[in-house]
């Protein structure tokens, strides 16, 4: 597709449901990223995966948070068991790789996770 | 542990003036990036600089970076009111590559920008 999408844009959870989000990359890019953006604050790392390898996991803040990407492409963060603390903005980016120095990140809209 | 810092957090200009924001960041790394955030948006790669004395520029938009003051400045020209958003630097923590795409991004709080006819 043109950009990276995700989904749903919004999703409002009862403390204790689980969640999925999804995340669609850019057509053929090889490295998918998930950050979380609590409201007035820059987006704080999560996970990383080259294909569907996840090479860091450091910035899962629990192990309610997980995340896959089976096939290399869609990628799914899962938080089981959701706590208020978790409410924020879910953003996923995703980068050609390679050998290119100026890889950049390029950013889906976001899910906006509202935990009551 | 890296960590970055952007001065002023928030920033309010009025339309035709000049000003710099500020990134700090606290260990090596080989590549700075800039991206702008609209309310409720995602966020939009501006700049992308990789080595020291790299200069970029788009419309009224300057960003440079030096490696050994581990500081990179984002410097506004003649405001004008379509350049009202949230700015965030971010911080590539690998470091040591010959080659390679981007990893770990780190990022400062931001810097809200409003400009003001």
């Known amino acids: 597709g043109a950009g990276v999408s995700q989904s749903p844009r919004y999703k409002v959870a009862k403390r204790g449901q689980d969640v999925a989000l999804r995340c669609d990359p850019i057509?053929?890019?090889?490295?998918l990223f998930w950050y979380q953006q609590a409201l007035g604050q820059g987006p704080e790392f999560l996970t990383y995966?080259?294909?569907?390898?996840?090479?860091?996991k450091s910035g899962l803040p629990s192990d309610r948070f997980f995340a896959e990407r089976p096939e290399g492409s869609v990628s799914t963060l899962k938080i089981q068991r959701t706590q208020q603390e978790d409410s924020a903005v879910y953003l996923c980016?995703?980068?050609?790789?390679?050998?290119?120095?100026?890889?950049?990140?390029?950013f889906g809209p976001g899910t906006r996770l509202t935990v009551l | 542990e890296l960590k970055v810092e952007q001065n002023p957090l928030f920033l309010s200009m009025q339309e035709g003036k000049n000003y710099t924001i500020y990134c700090n960041y606290s260990?090596?790394?080989?590549?700075l990036y800039w991206y702008r955030q609209d309310p409720g948006k995602s966020l939009e790669s501006l700049f992308v600089?990789?080595?020291?004395?790299a200069v970029k520029q788009e419309g009224r938009l300057m960003a440079s970076l030096d490696t050994k003051a581990r500081l990179s400045t984002l410097h506004i020209t003649a405001a004008v009111h379509d350049l009202s958003a949230t700015y965030f630097c971010?911080?590539?923590?690998?470091?040591?590559?010959?080659?390679?795409?981007?990893?770990?991004?780190?990022f400062g709080k931001g810097t809200k920008l409003t400009v003001n006819p």
């Open positions: 980016a995703s980068s050609l790789w390679g050998v290119l120095s100026t890889d950049t990140q390029y």
């Open positions: 057509s053929g890019h090889v490295s």
């Open positions: 995966f080259q294909n569907e390898a996840q090479l860091d």
């Open positions: 260990t090596t790394s080989d590549r």
């Open positions: 600089l990789l080595s020291n004395g």
């Open positions: 971010a911080v590539d923590a690998a470091t040591g590559r010959t080659q390679g795409g981007s990893e770990k991004l780190v």
